[in-house]
């Protein structure tokens, strides 16, 4: 079972370009540079990759965990694999190289992969392990993913697109709704759906799927329907403030009812929310970050009759209130169902805050919920609130004279501590 492959054999690391959706999480993932992109197709080079699998458990598609036995000579260049639509077949090697062996030391690798896959964070090197958990909580459901993809995807129609932010700000967000009427699309909170966007990139290519994370609870936006809602921000500049007009995002912003868009996914399965009677959720998001907070709120807004819920902690930032996706039916919630922290940092009428700083001022609640091991915690906006908010987090425990590493590697390795920053 554990035979080593012969020395002239390589399983070499491939990136299936019809499942992955250039989210980039392997290449931040990965720590020794071995994953590179361009415009079409992340890839894994061949000359560098050690397939230590830290890049595998954090890939949200699955895409990342595929291997190939080829010669050493003969293996797949960096270049060849920029130019796929989709993964070649295997490879016959030489009568000359002991089958046996390479089955056998592809199946044992193969092994190594599954069981990275069920592995939480502590087990990776301390150096590379993401800040948050690789594996769901206890109590999470088992989520469906890569049900379609992008030579099938689902077909939905636009049955609602309303703006969620006031009209005279820049900040341009919608609430879009997808009903995929008979076709099978089950979802969970926390999860992230594909979207095909038409039309071709400057090489005449399809552009490739954007994701999305669902704002809807898993029974529907509408109770008891086939559909799904997002939160998008309509992009019209660049990260250094240049205007450019982002594709996927403008094109779901302008689409009207009865609309048709090209569907891929669901992915995701780990940030998804617990389900045991006594889950606390702590939440902590940013403008459309706030997509898989709604979902999990509302999931649990319409189990209040049951008297089955947790307590819910919500630190929101935006810049200013009518910048806030969601504030007004946000402000109906009951304070006694979930408490509400808002983090202004462009209100003219007070001084600049942001979700850290709220944690700050909370300290003794967010302890307290902390402490409980019915606690999750999510995080989700900008990549650069990730530092803030464990900084935060390190700062309450550590003033109650309590040791933050211990804490946060018990809050990964349980499933309790998520990210999903971008």
Request: some cysteine; hydrophobic content about 35%.
């Amino acid at each position: 079972m554990n035979a080593p492959l012969p020395p002239e054999v390589l399983k070499q690391h491939l990136i299936d370009p019809e499942i992955c959706i250039r989210c980039n999480t392997c290449e931040e993932t990965c720590p020794i540079d071995a994953i590179t992109h361009d415009g079409t197709n992340y890839v894994v080079d061949p000359a560098i990759c050690n397939g230590c699998m830290a890049c595998v458990p954090p890939c949200p598609t699955g895409s990342i965990d595929n291997w190939r036995l080829v010669l050493k000579t003969e293996a797949y260049s960096v270049e060849e694999q920029f130019g796929w639509d989709e993964l070649p077949g295997e490879k016959a090697l030489p009568d000359t190289v002991s089958t046996d062996a390479a089955s056998q030391g592809e199946e044992a690798a193969f092994q190594a992969s599954s069981d990275g896959e069920d592995t939480d964070a502590a087990s990776a090197p301390a150096a590379f392990s993401p800040s948050g958990a690789t594996i769901p909580p206890w109590s999470a459901a088992h989520p469906y993913v890569n049900l379609y993809g992008h030579k099938t995807p689902a077909v939905a129609t636009v049955v609602g697109n309303y703006r969620v932010t006031d009209d005279d700000t820049d900040s341009d967000i919608h609430h879009i709704v997808l009903d995929f009427g008979n076709v099978p699309f089950p979802v969970l909170e926390g999860q992230s759906i594909g979207i095909l966007p038409p039309g071709t990139d400057a090489q005449g290519r399809p552009h490739h799927a954007r994701q999305y994370s669902l704002a809807s609870p898993r029974d529907g936006e509408r109770a008891g329907y086939n559909n799904l809602s997002l939160t998008v921000k309509r992009v019209t500049e660049d990260h250094q403030g240049q205007p450019a007009r982002g594709i996927c995002s403008n094109y779901l912003c302008d689409l009207a009812k009865n609309d048709t868009v090209q569907v891929i996914g669901p992915f995701g399965n780990t940030f998804l929310m617990p389900n045991h009677a006594q889950a606390n959720l702590m939440m902590i998001c940013t403008g459309t970050g706030s997509a898989p907070m709604r979902a999990m709120t509302e999931r649990y807004r319409r189990r209040i009759a049951r008297g089955t819920n947790g307590r819910l902690m919500l630190f929101f930032g935006a810049r200013t209130q009518r910048e806030l996706p969601y504030f007004g039916p946000l402000m109906k919630l009951p304070r006694d169902f979930i408490d509400i922290n808002l983090a202004l940092s462009r209100d003219a009428e007070q001084p600049r805050r942001y979700v850290q700083d709220l944690i700050r001022e909370r300290a003794a609640d967010v302890l307290t919920l902390l402490q409980d091991t019915n606690t999750c915690i999510y995080v989700c906006g900008l990549k650069g609130m990730e530092t803030g908010v464990l900084d935060a987090l390190r700062d309450v425990v550590v003033q109650s004279g309590q040791d933050w590493t211990i804490l946060h590697d018990v809050l990964r390795r349980e499933g309790r501590l998520h990210f999903e920053t971008y």
